[in-house]
């Protein structure tokens, strides 16, 4: 650090990301990325031209892929920002709403109390039930932002969206920002409630169902008055936060969605699987509606199985919070894979046992 930096910044904790191996060689069950290339239509999407036409700036209105997304949505395109992962709408979200504090979870994505401290919101955590799950009573009537992550990460919890609207409701002036980065995995969206509340930002991703973490593509659907407030901030930050090779990969991907939805249906269908083989393995597995699985064994420590499956080339993520460092999160990678994984689990228990 230098002497240079702003006094504000100099306490940050900054996020620390999963780990990006450099090889190909683990089996990558550690970011809730897709195990799945993006749709053949969407790797056949850029040509020589697009490259050459990197020259030029991207289009800061964004206003083709806006309008795919408006129709996939059944919204307006004025509803949808886009922004350079969702991670930035969550910034901009702390930037713009966070004035009269903030509350999210205690066990939530590691990124919020990032973006709190990085803006000066004052934050309240809030714990989950001892099942691990939310408490929507919690935010009722709250006056401040709020953040929910449905499903939650990296617990894969879902609630139902009466229990969400009940909080979007009952605090008319301030936002609630619903992270939406896993619902295709079977959660419910609160996109539908968009048009009736003007506190609701939904905020979704490329980077998990759409198969493209690596291009760097979120977008929020939201009331139009929170939808301006954000181009403000973008108009004010980085024009052109979505580059030209994103956004037409980003086009293809809206115009592929059959492809995605199958995809997402297999990664259920593997999800599932793999918590009932965990569990006959006497892992205690949450329930979950993203892809990914948290779960816990009695008989391993938690960052020992991680260590040890790191060990056999197979990487999931340990967190070091101390409500859940006997878990691990791991996410839904193909029928292989997970047959793999299980193997590995199975080998390392009955190492434990000897
Ligand atoms: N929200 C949640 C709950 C996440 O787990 C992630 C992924 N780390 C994000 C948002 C951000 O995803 P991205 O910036 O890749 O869109």
């Given at each position: ?16 990301p ?15 990325e ?18 050459e ?6 289009d800061?209105t ?13 919204v ?22 966070g ?58 919890n ?16 301030s ?9 295709d ?9 968009i048009?009736?509340?003007e ?11 759409r ?47 059959d ?5 997402c249906k ?22 979950s ?20 499956l ?13 409500r859940?460092c006997?878990?691990?999160?791991i ?23 000897q």
């Amino acid at each position: 650090m230098s002497r240079f930096l702003k006094e504000q910044y100099k306490s940050l904790e900054v996020y620390t990301p999963g780990e990006q191996p450099k090889d190909t060689q683990y089996i990558k069950l550690n970011t809730n990325e897709s195990p799945y290339p993006p749709a053949p239509s969407v790797v056949e999407a850029l040509g020589k031209q697009d490259v050459e036409n990197l020259r030029l700036y991207s289009d800061p209105t964004l206003s083709t892929l806006k309008g795919k997304l408006a129709a996939l949505y059944g919204v307006e395109s004025e509803n949808i920002f886009l922004s350079n992962g969702s991670d930035d709408i969550l910034n901009f979200a702390f930037m713009a709403f966070g004035q009269k504090g903030a509350l999210f979870p205690d066990i939530t994505y590691g990124f919020y109390t990032v973006f709190a401290e990085l803006h000066a919101v004052e934050y309240e955590e809030i714990p989950l039930r001892e099942d691990f799950t939310i408490d929507y009573k919690d935010y009722l009537n709250k006056n401040k932002l709020i953040v929910i992550a449905n499903p939650n990460a990296p617990t894969g919890n879902s609630r139902p969206l009466e229990e969400i609207e009940e909080i979007i409701r009952t605090n008319p002036d301030s936002v609630v920002v619903i992270d939406e980065a896993y619902v295709d995995f079977g959660g419910t969206s609160a996109c539908k409630l968009i048009n009736k509340y003007e506190n609701l930002l939904t905020v979704r991703t490329f980077s998990k169902s759409r198969s493209m973490a690596g291009a760097r593509l979120g977008y929020a659907i939201g009331a139009k008055g929170l939808i301006d407030d954000l181009m403000r901030l973008k108009f004010s930050t980085n024009p052109y936060n979505i580059n030209r090779l994103t956004t037409t990969l980003g086009e293809a991907t809206a115009d592929a969605e059959d492809y995605y939805m199958e995809k997402c249906k297999e990664i259920i269908r593997v999800r599932e699987y793999t918590a009932e083989k965990l569990k006959g393995l006497g892992f205690e597995v949450l329930p979950s509606k993203a892809n990914f699985l948290f779960a816990k064994s009695n008989d391993i420590d938690g960052e020992k199985l991680y260590k040890e499956l790191k060990a056999r080339g197979i990487l999931v993520r340990h967190f070091t919070k101390e409500r859940i460092c006997q878990f691990n999160r791991i996410t839904i990678g193909t029928q292989e894979q997970m047959e793999q994984f299980l193997l590995a689990a199975e080998e390392i228990l009955k190492g434990e046992k000897q």
